[in-house]
Nanobody
Framework: QVQLVESGGGSVQAGGSLRLSCAAS????????MGWFRQAPGSEREGVAT????????YYADPVKGRFAVSQDNAKNTLYLQMNSLKPEDTATYYC???????????????????WGQGTQVTVSS
């Protein structure tokens, strides 16, 4: 059974940084696509960044390009999201998600992911 546990959320002022972690278990980590998504109150869940654990290929949503970085530690089966230059509009609950990667395609939409963590709150004040 796939299990994902996020940590590292918190409150920070605009311009600050946070690093989120997602500990994964219950599957062969290196064969999955993993992603970070976020959801603000009243909004749909949106993609932030995704990574193919097999070769480290990444995708970033336009609002976070140049500010956020997704990375992995395969030895620890852990996914990270380094968030720099945070803005108030980054405030949301952040979720880690995983799905077995289809051939030659990296899913970037929330509906394409099968397994989810419980979420961690990120609040950025102005």
């Amino acid at each position: 059974q796939v299990q994902l546990v996020e940590s590292g959320g918190g409150s920070v002022q605009a311009g600050g940084s946070l690093r989120l972690s997602c500990a994964a278990s219950g599957y062969t980590y290196s064969s999955y696509c993993m992603g970070w998504f976020r959801q603000a109150p009243g909004s749909e869940r949106e993609g932030v960044a995704t990574i193919y654990t097999g070769d480290g290929s990444t995708y970033y949503a336009d609002p976070v390009k140049g500010r956020f970085a997704v990375s992995q530690d395969n030895a620890k089966n852990t996914l990270y999201l380094q968030m720099n230059s945070l803005k108030p509009e980054d405030t949301a609950t952040y979720y880690c998600a995983a799905v077995r990667c289809p051939p030659f395609y990296m899913p970037t939409m929330a509906r394409e992911y099968k397994n989810w963590g419980q979420g961690t709150q990120v609040t950025v004040s102005s």
